[in-house]
């Protein structure tokens, strides 16, 4: 008949499944009880969330461990662990989610750029960020996951298509910039007209099924407002870090506010807001604030946050070897503003 010794040995190495870490680990085994008579095994385990689907193959494997080893029939009883304990490990374990997800060797840091309405330049915001950060010698990728407005090849001058090697999709690679897009697997900008749970799968894809490498950021182009995918994002990405971007004008705050308490309420951390369109300067140096003014510094305090940068309204420098008409170069005035909200961000995400 097993001994205690034996049946702690045996179940030490049996994972919580949601913290991902051995009962031995997190002091899961909490009482045994043994009847040699009967050969009967009682044991009472500590978990981080009981009644689940997950406690019943728990279960299911610590009697057929026990079985296995000589008890003839095994009583489970299960307990929540100790709230510290589920502190300690639950960083550790949402990590490994999304580096499950993401595959290779190293998790990058997630960062989703978020809108309460559209046409504020949430996909402007996004390609710029992320030439800035590879200005900065990041490694980048973007997901367009505005599945139903997706911009982000255009506004680059993407012209061609992901390749395809073995099982994995290769993403598009646009001035050093990794991209991913709804609109690059869309023939003649067709509308899409898939429900929640197909557009889920489709994001989901563009994490497992594409081969990004090894990414030192990966930015999130999401549709406007709480929708689906939003929250998609939220429960695929724990970690994921979230920009706000609105215009100066109230209304456009107050919508945006939405999305920034959505990502509070799901405990992302919110990286600051960026004013988008925040005024027009005339060449004689005078500042036209069309779009009102105010409406960053209210989101920004609404949210508890910052305001990352104010970007006036102006065009890139027209260039004829290269089109990519929503990216500004490295020594244009917006692309210079870009590079300093970029490295703000940089400075908070690496901290």
């Known amino acids: ?62 009697v057929g461990i026990l ?19 589920i502190q300690k490990y639950q960083p550790a374990a949402e990590a490994d989610k999304e580096k499950t997800l993401m595959g290779g060797s190293k998790q990058p840091h997630f960062i989703a750029v978020s809108s309460g309405k559209g046409g504020v330049g949430k996909s402007t915001v996004t390609v710029n960020l992320a030439m800035s950060l590879m200005r900065l010698g990041k490694k980048v990728g973007i997901i367009d996951a505005d599945i139903y407005g997706f911009s982000v090849p255009d506004m680059m001058g993407v012209e061609q298509r992901p390749a395809v090697r073995g099982e994995k999709i290769i993403p598009v690679d646009r001035f050093g ?10 023939e003649d900008n067709s509308p899409i007209i898939w429900r929640g749970p197909m557009l889920g799968k489709m994001l989901s894809s563009f994490f497992k099924e594409v081969e990004w490498g090894d990414l ?27 920009v706000i971007v609105t215009t100066p004008h109230p209304t456009a705050a107050f919508v945006a506010a939405r999305a920034g308490q ?7 951390e919110i990286l600051g807001v960026v004013e988008n369109m925040a005024y027009y300067q005339s060449k004689s140096g005078e500042k036209e604030y069309v779009f009102g003014r105010g409406g960053g510094d209210k989101l920004a305090e609404a949210l508890d946050t910052k305001v990352l940068g104010r970007l006036p309204l102006k065009q890139p420098y027209e260039e004829e070897d290269e089109f990519a008409p929503s ?12 590079h300093l909200i970029a490295s703000k961000i940089v400075a908070q995400v690496e901290e």
Do not use: W
Request: glycine share 6%; proline share 5%; with cysteine.
């Open 1 to 62: 008949m097993l001994t205690k010794e034996e049946i702690i040995e045996l179940l030490n190495p049996v994972k919580d499944p949601f913290i991902h870490r051995t009962l031995e680990e997190t002091d899961g085994i909490k009482e045994i009880k043994i009847k040699e008579d009967k050969k009967h095994v009682s044991v009472k385990v500590g978990i981080s969330k009981t009644n689940t689907g997950e406690q019943m193959q728990l279960q299911q494997e610590i």
């Open 67 to 85: 079985k296995k080893n000589g008890a003839s029939t095994v009583g489970l009883r299960f307990e929540q662990l100790p709230d510290e304990i």
């Open 177 to 186: 910039v990794k991209v991913i897009s709804m609109g690059f697997f869309v």
């Open 216 to 242: 030192d950021y990966l930015l999130l182009d999401l549709p406007p407002g709480t929708g689906d995918i939003a929250m998609d994002v939220h429960e695929l990405l724990p970690t994921c870090k979230e």
């Open 262 to 268: 959505m990502a509070i309420k799901t405990e992302h």
């Open 327 to 338: 990216i500004y170069q490295q020594d244009h005035p917006l692309g210079k503003e870009y």
